[in-house]
């Protein structure tokens, strides 16, 4: 594939950093590589990338360290954690703290492009609903319509579409379009990212039943055969993510319930 992203690497292994470098570089990206958390930081000071690799164990700064910083610059940059598997709980925590994702070295070419390439779809969808919004919200500025039917950008879910259900999914005044991949609240569309989505999915289809950490994960992410506590430090972020988009109140949610010991649930 030929691709204009750009990949920053920041690991102070140079063999590793090649050949990630190199496989990458293969598939048609643009690659820039760093050995320090300083020279990484200052790369990303001059302007973003379109995805971060970045090692939990640099000379000068550890990865987790260096994370919040890069959140700060690029909260929307996806971060992917390079990891040994004796740091796993480590990555996990970094997963939690915002990081996009996490691989285990040593790295498998296979297992890098099929992150990278998902990372890469999952990006542009929200990237073109964004252009999409802007372009739309322009126009009406332009014709200072008032007309309520085209309030929304993307328009509201006609009464009778939802009945259709293997496109949508449908609990109260929440709808999920399983092929455009939008989220309705109440007629109003939620911008939401990919994976955040495939979350939400998966608490709506088990609606008001709680649902295990370990089983959102698999059905949500595919994961499998990780610990209840890997499930539940992933579910976390998302669960995060998903409360930022349909809660009033974040720090009293009354969509997404957390079920002590056990996950989360739906209730709408």
Do not use: C
């Not at 709980?89 to 040593?106: F, M, N, Q």
């Not at 309030?151 to 005044?173: A, E, M, Q």
């Not at 608490?203 to 089983?215: A, E, K, N």
């Amino acid at each position: 594939m030929t691709t204009d992203d750009t990949i920053l690497i920041i690991d102070d292994e140079p063999k590793l950093a090649r050949s990630l470098a190199l496989i990458l570089q293969r598939a048609g990206y643009r690659v820039t590589t760093a050995a320090t958390a300083r020279e990484g930081l200052q790369f990303l000071q001059a302007g973003a990338f379109d995805l971060v690799f970045l090692d939990i164990k640099l000379p000068d700064q550890s990865g987790i360290q260096l994370l919040p910083q890069i959140r700060n610059l690029y909260p929307d940059m996806p971060v992917v954690i390079l990891t040994a598997h004796a740091s796993l709980e480590t990555a996990i925590e970094a997963v939690r703290a915002g990081a996009s994702d996490y691989l285990l070295k040593p790295i498998d070419p296979e297992a890098i492009l099929a992150r990278v390439n998902k990372i890469h779809d999952d990006q542009q969808q929200p990237k073109r609903r964004r252009e999409i919004t802007t372009q739309i919200q322009t126009l009406l500025e332009e014709l200072h319509t008032s007309d309520s039917s085209v309030s929304s950008p993307f328009g509201l879910v006609p009464s009778s579409s939802p009945n259709d259900p293997t496109r949508y999914i449908k609990r109260g005044d929440l709808v999920l379009d399983l092929h455009t991949r939008h989220v309705f609240l109440k007629e109003r569309d939620i911008p939401m990212a990919p994976s955040t989505f495939d979350y939400l999915v998966t608490l709506t289809r088990h609606s008001p039943q709680p649902v295990p950490y370990d089983t959102m994960v698999l059905e949500s992410q595919g994961y499998q055969g990780l610990s209840r506590i890997e499930a539940k430090e992933i579910t976390r972020w998302q669960i995060h993510e998903l409360r930022k988009a349909l809660e009033e109140d974040v720090r009293h949610p009354q969509i997404i319930i957390t079920v002590r010991d056990i996950g989360y649930r739906l209730v709408i």
